[in-house]
């Protein structure tokens, strides 16, 4: 009896103990959450940081960058991340936006399609359903399957914006992160997607937009026009653990450049 | 002629539909072991992913997982043998009975993503948990809870009425018969509903997706930092492979190593309930 | 002592109400916020632009369940009979335990499987832009409950009495008339639960069919991207924040799932009860 019961109280205790101590004060973790398109950078970052500061551990959970704008709204996360610029709504609930980087938003096709070339009118066209074939751009006879992100994605947020298409769309498919996208423009001879610059691999191409190739220079001096910034977002009036503040300082810092350009990104200063 | 045709097609059926349920496994099987097994390696099992060396480990996914199967087990299997050992041997109203079997009955069929759901509004945002293991963990106590109720409720019922009233007549006290008499001839029902529960802890994905997070970092579990903690299980991770990263090797090494976890759970299952049955 | 295990049984309770309750409660406001019948009935679901209407999400659960039924039952209810009638002994002993590691396969497995063979595949023998799409869904679902049905109606059928077909075989029937007019007739109430609950897997799963049914809240159409109540949930709860709008529509996309739930267990409940009477 007295041993059943002293281990379902040491239980309880253990259990209230933890639940006692999360919040904000969480000894050295700092959990981000957010934009998919973020992974290669968050990824060098984080890792660059545990080098420095190897009692604080950093998560990163890609869910997509109005996930981490709402989670650290909601404070289910430390630090949100977003690869948009934060809405006035947001900026209004008290969003705080910390630029780390810019990122071009390509415009991918599989590697063996030929049409590599379009205008920001054409690709409009495509994403609104007003171009369905590839022989209406000069490529082969075939349907384009058009890949998008999912409502939420800061990508998808920063290309309708931009190229000026919001909420008119027919996409044949969304997908919940950027991998996913590439990973299936990849395998689809006929699919066109957008995903972040930084992650564009030679599984895919990433065509050139009004004559325009995209790469970290054209990203830089602005003529490549379809780019967005990489934020980290905290809430205003909610005070950040000593370890989220440390992890926020460094990635804001010149440190951090030589990581952000290693992962694909473009260091904005 | 109409009876041989009956005869001919009922054969072609049966032979028929085992051969596709035959093959569909031997195909689903074999598919995942010959895309997963490669990848495997001591690396892959003892490191963490590192994007600077462009190396992939699975320890922290590993670690995650036995993680929350200890915390929520630890939780759940106090209270729901409990609930077990009060439904079979104290309750008196019969329609309070029914009604709590009814309703981990009704839990047992509830889809877990109306755990996740609930999940993340209780633990992770009103009980301010943040997406952490420890929420993750919370919320599965509650998915797993009717598995372990019903299975320890089940063998408590075959234990015999006449071990009770003797170790009663002999006078023993109620508790005293439940600890020495009851619970020790029903163990067999509370492991079986253990293992159950871990099997279904190592399966979910939807829950732990949206209440335990995703980072594939290596977690600090000492008592300071493990309320922090967040990440990804197994089943997380291979879906963060296989729709995030496209790194589909990866993803197909992770699913082996879940096909193999399947087949010592299963059997362990079948196993140890015969031999606890036994003794 | 007694105390202590009434409280776990009242905690057990305290669960059951704690979700049910939860999700009326959380359901109810975006339900009548949005009206009841622009929310079942409306056909767009666009949370961007504030448009919440679930239709096509319920018709791709329900076609989507349908779907993995008509598929999923036959073969599995066949391949039932022969495992506990007509297969030699070695070869049931075989198929049995794969059958149940079928089902215990973690869900993103099938995914998995899906994705990188079934997709592929489906986008290449019918020439489709994408191979993402409500067929796809329905045969990974029928896949994913058949070892359910397998092993429940074979259990069903090993529970005929011996006696009723040794009679029929002596009346001059052959094996196979016996199986599927005596032994089959004699298990269907087993048999029909092991349908209910197949049903009650489909329309729960979400992760698996996240995977390769495309989600896009389209209205359901065999070759095309669709979202089931499941994936409704499950895409969005990231996204939306607590409190709004959408977080609360997401609810009632749960209330209304959990409705269907509790519809197929009373179901399961009275087909349950007919076999005891009967």
């Known amino acids: 009896m007295k041993k059943v019961l002293s281990l379902v109280l040491t239980a309880a205790l253990a259990i209230s103990t933890l639940a006692g101590c999360s919040g904000n004060q969480q000894g050295g973790t700092v959990n981000t959450d957010g934009s998919t398109s973020m992974a290669d950078v968050m990824g060098a970052l984080t890792e660059a940081f545990k080098a420095k500061e190897p009692d604080i551990t950093v998560n990163y959970s890609g869910t997509g960058s109005g996930s981490g704008i709402s989670g650290v709204l909601d404070g289910t996360c430390d630090i949100g991340l977003s690869s948009r610029e934060l809405k006035q709504e947001e900026v209004d609930q008290g969003a705080v936006a910390h630029v780390v980087a810019l990122d071009g938003v390509a415009v991918v096709v599989n590697p063996k399609n030929p049409v590599t070339d379009l205008t920001t009118q054409q690709i409009a066209d495509i994403f609104t359903g007003k171009i369905t074939n590839w022989s209406e751009l000069g490529g082969a006879d075939a349907p384009i399957a058009v890949y998008g992100r999912e409502d939420g994605s800061g990508t998808r947020g920063a290309f309708e914006e931009i190229v000026g298409v919001e909420g008119e769309c027919a996409y044949t498919n969304e997908y919940g992160s950027t991998g996913d996208v590439i990973g299936n423009v990849a395998s689809n001879e006929n699919a066109i997607g957008y995903a972040s610059l930084s992650a564009v691999d030679s599984s895919v191409t990433a065509a050139k937009v009004n004559g325009v190739t995209p790469s970290e220079a054209t990203v830089k001096d602005g003529s490549y026009t379809i780019q967005r910034p990489f934020v980290m977002v905290t809430k205003d009036g909610a005070a950040l653990s000593e370890a989220a503040q440390a992890f926020l300082d460094f990635a804001t810092s010149a440190e951090a450049a030589e990581y952000i350009a290693a992962a694909g990104a473009v260091y904005p200063n | ?279 | 002592m007694q105390v202590l295990f009434t409280l776990c049984g009242l905690v057990a309770v305290g669960f059951v109400l704690l979700i049910t309750v939860y999700l009326v409660i959380s359901g109810i406001p975006a339900i009548r916020e949005i009206g009841l019948f622009r929310f079942l009935f409306g056909k767009t679901w666009a949370a961007g632009q504030d448009q919440y209407g679930i239709l096509p999400l319920i018709l791709t659960s329900i076609y989507g369940t349908a779907g993995a039924i008509v598929i999923g039952v036959p073969i599995g209810f066949f391949t039932a009979v022969f495992l506990a009638k007509a297969a030699p002994k070695w070869l049931a002993n075989l198929l049995r335990p794969a059958v149940s590691l079928l089902a215990g396969i973690p869900s993103v497995v099938y995914g998995l499987v899906g994705m990188c063979v079934l997709v592929p595949a489906l986008r290449g023998w019918l020439r489709l832009p994408a191979g993402d799409s409500l067929l796809a869904a329905i045969l990974v679902l029928a896949v994913m409950i058949l070892p359910s049905i397998i092993s429940l109606s074979e259990t069903a059928l090993e529970a005929v009495p011996r006696e009723y077909e040794e009679a029929s075989l002596a009346l001059g029937a052959t094996k196979l008339e016996t199986y599927f007019r005596i032994s089959a007739p004699a298990a269907k109430s087993g048999i029909a639960a092991a349908v209910v609950l197949g049903i009650g897997r489909a329309i729960g799963e979400a992760m698996a069919i996240m995977m390769v049914a495309g989600n896009v809240a389209n209205m359901p159409a065999l070759t095309q991207s669709v979202r089931f109540l499941t994936t409704g949930i499950a895409i969005e709860l990231n996204y939306s924040q607590d409190g709004s709008l959408q977080r609360q529509a997401l609810f009632s996309i749960g209330l209304v799932l959990f409705l269907f739930i509790m519809l197929i267990n009373a179901f399961l409940n009275l087909v349950l009860k007919r076999e005891k009477e009967g």
């Open chain 2, 1 to 279: 002629m109409r009876r041989r045709l009956y005869e001919i097609t009922g054969r072609a059926l049966l032979y028929g539909c085992a051969a596709v349920t035959a093959s569909l496994l031997l195909f689903f099987i074999g598919y995942i072991l010959f895309r997963g097994i490669g990848g495997i390696s001591w690396r892959f099992l003892s490191t963490a992913e590192s994007v600077i060396n462009g190396t992939v480990g699975i320890l922290p996914a590993i670690k995650n997982t036995v993680f929350i199967i200890v915390v929520s087990l630890m939780v759940s299997l106090p209270l729901g043998v409990g609930a077990a050992v009060y439904l079979t041997e104290y309750a008196r109203n019969r329609r309070f009975v029914a009604a709590i079997e009814f309703a981990s009955e009704t839990l047992a069929g509830i889809p877990s993503i109306i755990y996740a759901l609930v999940g993340v509004i209780i633990f992770c945002t009103a009980l301010k948990l943040q997406k952490t293991l420890l929420a993750g963990s919370l919320t599965l106590v509650i998915m797993i809870l009717p598995t372990i109720i019903r299975s320890t409720q089940e063998s408590l019922k075959t234990v015999p009425q006449s071990y009770r009233e003797g170790a009663l007549g002999l006078g023993s006290g109620k508790w005293h018969m439940i600890r020495t008499v009851v619970l020790p001839s029903s163990v067999d029902g509370i492991v079986t509903g253990c293992i159950l529960a871990v099997g279904r802890v190592v399966g979910e994905s939807a829950v732990l997706m949206y209440t335990a997070g995703m980072s594939m970092a290596m977690q600090s579990f000492s008592l300071d930092r493990v309320a922090g903690a967040s990440g990804a299980t197994l089943t997380v991770a291979l879906y963060h492979y296989a729709k995030e990263n496209a790194d589909f090797s990866v993803a197909f090494s992770i699913a082996t190593i879940l096909l193999i976890l399947t087949v010592i759970i299963n059997f362990s299952a079948s196993f140890l309930g015969r031999k606890l049955k036994r003794s």
